[in-house]
């Protein structure tokens, strides 16, 4: 039997629907990060399997998009006869496609996989936009996977620190606040945190893929297959959750007729908010509401942060030891580092599972910010040469997110790249020990870690740090810290990391990143609330990669300071070889030595 390409096969699809184009977003109808591999188009379509990204196809010509932290995947990966490879910043899709559609042209999309926000950048442009009652791209896929069927549990108050009750209530209040009879969730993570639940649907994110409606009232309706739930998790959820299949949810909608509704414009998809106004009820664009407390962790959430980091820390510091003890003679290769390290952790109390893909990067592959190392691209770890390792853990009281750059030796390394890793250190440090006024947001710090950086030319394409959730996402909004970040203020409780970097292209990756806990700044006379981060990871750095007399005597306390507190915390876990190594990693370096 022949086999038609994946993009022969969709434009004969989309012509026979009378579509002159299609858009094909990297996303799932929940728009997640982490997707079920049923909702892997992108990556069927064009071979790319970053988690940012977006294709147009039109019938002469087709284009992937994605951001600076995938470009140089993005040309691993695809086909350049193919696709036209585009960076979304420089040349956003919307664009593009206005460019090069012809006049009247009918651009398909699939409601279920773009927000209200994200489709107006299209209309605006005055494209023609027509949306799909079934995605085009289903009709083709042959081989299809099906819809992940992980079971629910209860996420317990051990854990979760406040009751659902308590949640639900707080969201009633905000929605009768703004007097809105009802919010539709679409992201998981929301409805996992709300409903305190816990999942497996998608890889890395410890979630159930379901939807929800939150009325003012207090009352809640759970849009999830039944057969994913337990007698245990029904009784957990309680007599006041509604429990009902997705094919409920349509009709669940429908009866919202008249009512005031909110739905997020840039978190959920837009099929939402078009399938209410034909019920005939009224669409208010406002955030999700639980993102924000969602993102504010409590008290027993902060504390399990700390707890999680310091057992998390003791992997982390295994690994580096064993790392360090093989040496680059060792024959260890990407993928065996990564697979060791893997194993450290699941020797920690409690590990759920990674948080993300481990990117083990070594020499040019560093410098592929997203690097996925696979059994073809997978390569020696070499004498005298960077290697990256960016990972993270799940636990049922906190997720970790570490990167660490190492220096493989044995010789010393040149002066130049120690030069770019002291700077990158710099710019962390200045993110760390930030103090600023309550009402700051994200993109207000961010040059703090490209200060350093941009004295002497160089800076990186990606944001300086991101949200965390609380055994959630990895990946968790509103808040970021970057140039783009969205104008929402960083709050007492929230963890972000702290990730400035620098990288040459086809030579090497630097990236220093630690988890950082938002706390209120006790000043005795100020005159507004101020901020400041708690530093939550627990790992050296690679002192042999820094260049001590840049380094500021601030800079240097900080950093001797912050080794002497992993030395006392992790060395009493660890054995007598182990706790050696790291006694000479945190040894105090500089004039503050």
């Known amino acids: 039997m022949t086999h038609t390409p994946p993009l022969t096969a969709l434009r004969q699809e989309l012509a026979g629907r009378g579509l002159d184009g299609f858009i094909v977003p990297r996303s799932d109808e929940h728009l997640g990060e982490y997707v079920p591999a049923s909702a892997e188009r992108l990556a069927w379509l064009t071979g790319f399997t970053g988690s940012a990204g977006m294709a147009v196809i039109l019938p002469d010509r087709a284009a992937v998009f994605t951001d600076g932290r995938y470009v140089l995947q993005l040309a691993d990966q695809t086909d350049g006869s193919l696709w036209e490879r585009l960076h979304v910043i ?118 159930p893929l379901s939807f929800g409606i939150v009325h003012a009232d207090g009352g809640t309706e759970l849009f999830i297959d039944p057969a994913k739930l337990s007698a245990e998790t029904r009784a957990w959820l309680g007599n006041t959750v509604s429990v009902s299949g997705r094919d409920a949810l349509g009709p669940a909608l429908d009866r919202l007729h008249g009512m005031t509704v909110r739905v997020d414009p840039s978190g959920s998809p837009v099929w939402f908010a078009q399938r209410l106004t034909a019920a005939g009820a009224k669409v208010v664009g406002d955030p999700d509401p639980c993102l924000i407390p969602k993102a504010r962790k409590n008290e027993v959430e902060q504390q399990g942060a700390r707890d999680a980091h310091a057992r998390d820390a003791v992997a982390v510091c295994r690994f580096l030891h064993w790392l360090d003890a093989a040496g680059p003679a060792g024959g260890e290769t990407e993928m065996s580092a990564a697979a060791r390290l893997l194993a450290f952790r ?19 592959h560093g410098a592929i910010i997203h690097y996925r190392v696979t059994e073809k691209s997978d390569r020696a770890i070499r004498p005298n040469e960077v290697y990256l390792i960016d990972s993270g853990a799940q636990y049922p009281d906190g997720t970790t997110d570490i990167t660490r750059t190492i220096w493989t030796g044995p010789d010393t390394p040149p002066a130049a790249l120690r030069e770019q890793v002291t700077r990158v250190l710099q710019g962390h440090i200045a993110i760390a020990t930030a103090v600023f006024p309550q009402g700051i947001g994200g993109a207000h710090i961010d040059a703090f870690a490209r200060r350093a950086l941009w004295a002497c030319g160089l800076d990186y394409d990606h944001g300086t740090g991101h949200g965390v959730g609380s055994y959630l996402s990895v990946h968790e909004g509103p808040v970021s810290i970057s140039r783009l970040a969205r104008p929402v203020p960083i709050a007492t409780g929230m963890i972000l990391s702290n990730e400035p970097g620098y990288y040459r292209p086809h030579h090497y990756g630097i990236r220093l990143e630690n988890l950082l806990l938002t706390r209120p700044m006790e000043f005795k006379d100020a005159n507004k609330p101020f901020l400041c981060f708690e530093t939550l990871t627990l790992a050296p750095f690679d002192t042999r990669l820094l ?38 990693a945190c040894a105090p370096i500089g004039s503050m030595a």
């Open 346 to 364: 699941e020797q920690v109390e409690g590990f759920r599972g990674e948080s993300f893909p481990a990117i083990s990067g070594a020499g040019e």
């Open 90 to 207: 420089e040349q956003p899709p919307p664009r593009w496609l206005a460019e090069h559609a012809p006049q009247g042209a009918r651009i398909g999309y699939d409601p279920l996989l773009i927000s209200a926000d994200g489709l107006a950048r299209y209309t605006e442009l005055n494209l023609t936009m027509v949306p799909v009652d079934t995605n085009p791209i289903d009709s083709v896929w042959t081989h299809r996977p099906a819809p992940p069927t992980a079971p629910a549990v209860p996420h317990p108050l051990l854990h979760a620190g406040r009751s659902a009750d308590e949640k639900r209530a707080d969201i009633a209040a905000v929605l009768s606040a703004a007097k809105q009879d009802a919010a539709v969730l679409t992201d998981p993570a929301s409805i996992a945190w709300l409903l305190n639940i816990r999942g497996g649907d998608v890889p890395f994110t410890p979630f």
């Open 547 to 584: 260049m001590p007399s840049l380094m500021t005597a601030a800079e240097l306390r900080w950093l001797n300071d912050y080794h002497s507190r992993v030395l006392e915390t992790v060395g009493p876990h660890l054995g007598d070889a182990e706790r050696g190594w790291l006694a000479r």
